[in-house]
């Protein structure tokens, strides 16, 4: 980076698409030169950056809240009215959100400005670069699958969304259908293949690569009869293999599982086949909104200590029962990625203790002495109970309200950070989930291939997290079990609670069985901005 900023003249180009890059609708108005462009491959993949920077922004926020908070998957209630938020978070258990809902604007805009930063990039690098650069094609294809990728995550939020992919076209763009979106990234992603790199590891880490590629259709397929209304299980079977065959990836054994995500994970993982790397510094960069909050939002607030954090945790989030009833295996080393029950220093003996008043503990209490000083241990409970207030979807502000609900640090806490920002990298898709999503088109009807059967598979995945023995069958249940048990926290829950028709279901406070909320409303903002869209159905 030293050495890449020394030039001047690039300086001016890289600082020129960082500033822009949130405002994409506004044309290019500057002079560019040769002396400008890039010089050599390593000058090219840096001035590649803000499209990346763009896509790491709302990831570990904007996009978890939205994916998961919709699902069983995890809850946020309010605490004596804070994290209320105007309903934000409500909304989203009760499935009540509205156009107007926080985190559905937020990852609407946050999408678009991916692609439009995309858009942006591809129309400056894309025109004439020395002849030294000569991976232009490789990196001119990883930007596009970032914004394919983006793409594909917007189909999936919102369902029927412009497409354009024209840097500087400002006209309004209508909505097409869903099938039609699937197809335009289709084509997109196989015709970035051929030039994306086969290089793993340091070297492409964070970056676009065939497998990445592989791994984007995999997950359109094996979702196709969903998104399109035409299966296309034995093409995820294929997209599945063509991974599989390359050796370049491999299970994390048991013993590693848990540091995979870890605050000092990366490329030397064997699983992660695209990955979004977090940095603390990266976080206050101009034009940059690269937050990654877990260890805020995830922990009970009395255990800083225990963490050696250097905040103390807001503590809103947590698991619901009906989710956490997956990890019924006392052998599976995922299980250690929650914490339950009462509370203790990393030492295993010492309690974790807190020293409040009897009010304090339980703003219910009706004794003379409620300000009596009470110390008592930390104990995590499994029920969410909106004790407070069920209209404004509040379990109190008191010690048991905060300790309500298992909490999840997969994404470890991070206490080499001086902020609440963490170094964990976010892995979007891992070897594992090709090895599922495999299985999984397998049972619903793709032939099996390389002797692998959908039993086989889960039980090679199994193998290496639990101690238990081996599945003598397995079902689409299985595999919902299972999927829920390996990718808890990681943003795919609410994909795979759709495509197992589970999304309409009943848990925690939710009863809503609208299925037209399998996809988000259209914004009033983007509405009013573009006059050519159109609301989706039941909005």
């Known amino acids: 980076m030293k050495k890449l900023l020394s030039s001047g003249a690039f300086l001016v180009l890289v600082m020129y698409l960082t500033s822009s890059c949130h405002n994409i609708d506004v044309p290019v108005n500057t002079e560019l030169t040769p002396d400008i462009f890039p010089q050599n491959t390593s000058q090219f993949i840096q001035a590649s950056g803000p499209p990346y920077a763009a896509l790491r922004g709302n990831y570990a926020i904007d996009y978890w809240m939205i994916q998961s908070l919709s699902t069983d998957e995890a809850i946020m209630p309010a605490r004596g009215g804070n994290w209320f938020d105007n309903q934000n978070y409500s909304m989203m258990h009760y499935h009540s959100w509205t156009p107007d809902h926080g985190w559905t604007n937020a990852n609407w805009n946050w999408l678009s400005t991916v692609i439009g930063t995309t858009n942006q990039a591809l129309s400056i690098l894309g025109q004439t670069i020395p002849a030294t650069v000569t991976t232009k094609a490789t990196n001119l294809a990883e930007l596009k699958m970032v914004r394919a990728l983006a793409y594909f995550m917007m189909m999936d939020l919102y369902g029927n969304v412009p497409i354009d992919t024209t840097y500087g076209d400002f006209k309004p763009r209508a909505n097409v259908p869903r099938a039609q979106v699937f197809s335009f990234i289709e084509k997109e992603v196989k015709a970035a293949l051929p030039n994306l790199s086969k290089v793993t590891g340091q070297a492409t880490y964070g970056r676009a690569t065939q497998y990445m590629a592989h791994a984007l259709l995999a997950k359109m397929y094996l979702n196709a009869e ?235 995945l199994r193998a290496v997290r639990t101690t238990s023995p081996a599945l003598a069958s397995v079902n689409l249940e299985d595999i919902y079990a299972e999927r829920s048990r390996e990718f808890a926290w990681e943003a795919w829950h609410r994909n795979d609670m759709i495509r197992f028709g589970k999304y309409e279901g009943s848990w925690g406070f939710k009863t809503n069985e609208d299925t037209y909320r399998r996809i988000f409303p259209i914004p009033t903002s983007a509405l009013t901005v573009n006059p050519a869209l159109k609301q989706n159905p039941g909005y």
């Open 226 to 460: 969903y998104y399109t209304g035409t299966e296309r299980y034995n093409d995820a079977v294929v997209a599945c293999d063509n991974v599989i065959s390359s050796g370049a990836y491999a299970l994390e054994p048991r013993a590693s599982y848990l540091q995979m995500f870890y605050p000092n994970n990366g490329p030397q993982m064997k699983e992660f086949i695209f990955a979004i790397p977090y940095d603390p510094a990266a976080a206050s960069l101009p034009g940059t909104n690269s937050n990654m909050y877990h260890g805020r939002y995830d922990l009970a607030r009395s255990l800083r200590a225990k963490f050696g954090l250097p905040f103390t945790p807001s503590a809103p989030r947590s698991t619901l029962p009906e989710f956490y009833a997956h990890f019924n295996d006392e052998n599976d080393i995922r299980n250690k990625q929650w914490l339950t029950g009462l509370q203790f220093m990393n030492d295993g003996t010492t309690p974790v203790t807190v020293k409040t008043t009897k009010k304090g503990y339980d703003q219910f209490y009706t004794g003379a002495d409620g300000g009596a000083a009470f110390t008592y241990q930390v104990e995590l409970t499994p029920k969410i109970i909106l004790r407070q207030d069920v209209a404004t979807f509040d379990v109190g502000n008191d010690e048991i309200g905060w300790n309500m609900g298992f909490r999840n640090i997969k994404f470890y806490p991070d206490a080499t950070s001086t902020s609440r920002n963490q170094n964990n990298d976010i892995p979007v898709f891992r070897y594992s989930d090709i090895i599922l999503m495999k299985a999984e088109a397998i049972l619903r009807g793709g032939t099996a291939t390389q002797g692998q059967t959908a039993l086989s598979l889960v039980n090679q």
